[in-house]
């Protein structure tokens, strides 16, 4: 823990959220963790108190992203101030339901998807970026998704939102490196987690596995990063795809996917 005191991770609740707060405390960091759902939070806390990691303490703060407004951005602001921040970890994200046609999202799923991915990333670096230039030290994960690198049909906002992850993360750590700060983007291709429904496999680690060696990697220059080596290889074969290829490809799974979601959606109205 030689960066210092406090880790925060927003979407904590869950999946590589939770894998990650487990992680870091495991090298005795202390947390604060972010979500929306209080008794999941508390459920956390105690599962990291539970293991009696030495000089670990852990905070928590409830706040849903979605509905990330001036009040809810100045409470959470006031609610960090007190903590000695060097990690931050985020997390917190929304996909589609399944894929569709951008124009079969409602409203509420339109803006959802950019205040989940984009401004909670955007809002929570900017609450921590000065006190870690004050002590010229920080690091800050940025999660993204596989769907960021390529053309994603049907999952155009996601996919979207994703790459604008992936840019900020880029430039800020260009701005910030000789100031002592990592930013980095991380990419993880499937994870068994339940915004993915998928079940853990050689392609699809847990996400344990992912923080584990998502944890590793924090502080290497490298700002753009597949923390999974599976991940990493399924990338470089993809890279050397043509364009058309891999988006026709993943139309028609896309295209498979909505499918079945439609057939859901009918069931239940009916």
């Not at 894998?19 to 759902?37: H, P």
């Not at 030495?54 to 609610?79: L, Q, T, W």
Request: aromatic residues 10%; glycine residues 6%; charged residues 25%.
């Amino acid at each position: 823990t030689k960066l210092g005191k406090y880790a925060i991770i927003t979407g904590a609740t869950d999946g590589i959220g939770k894998a990650y707060a487990l992680a870091l405390a495991k090298k005795g960091m202390s947390i604060v963790l972010i979500s929306r759902t209080e008794a999941k939070l508390q459920a956390v806390k105690e599962e990291i108190d539970g293991k009696k990691f030495s000089g670990v303490d852990v905070k928590y703060v409830v706040c849903d992203y979605s509905n990330f407004d001036d009040k809810a951005k100045a409470r959470v602001k006031a609610e960090i101030a007190g903590f000695d921040v060097v990690v931050l970890i985020n997390n917190v994200g929304v996909s589609y339901r399944y894929p569709m046609y951008f124009h079969e999202l409602s409203d509420e799923e339109v803006s959802s998807l950019v205040e989940m991915n984009v401004n909670s990333t955007v809002w929570m670096t900017r609450f921590v970026l000065a006190g870690m230039v004050e002590k010229k030290k920080g690091a800050i994960v940025n999660i993204s998704s596989g769907s960021a690198m390529y053309t994603l049909p049907l999952l155009a906002e996601y996919s979207a939102a994703k790459s604008f992850i992936e840019k900020f993360t880029i430039a800020l750590h260009a701005e910030y490196k000789t100031k002592g700060i990592s930013v980095q983007c991380q990419i993880p291709f499937y994870v068994s987690t339940k915004l993915a429904k998928m079940r853990k496999s050689f392609t699809v680690p847990t996400p344990d596995a992912f923080a584990k060696l998502g944890v590793m990697c924090i502080g290497h220059d490298d700002p753009v990063i597949r923390p999974y080596w599976v991940h990493a290889v399924m990338g470089y074969v993809m890279d050397r795809l043509p364009t058309s290829v891999v988006a026709s490809v993943i139309m028609s799974m896309h295209q498979g996917i909505r499918k079945r979601g439609l057939k859901k959606d009918a069931m239940k109205s009916e």
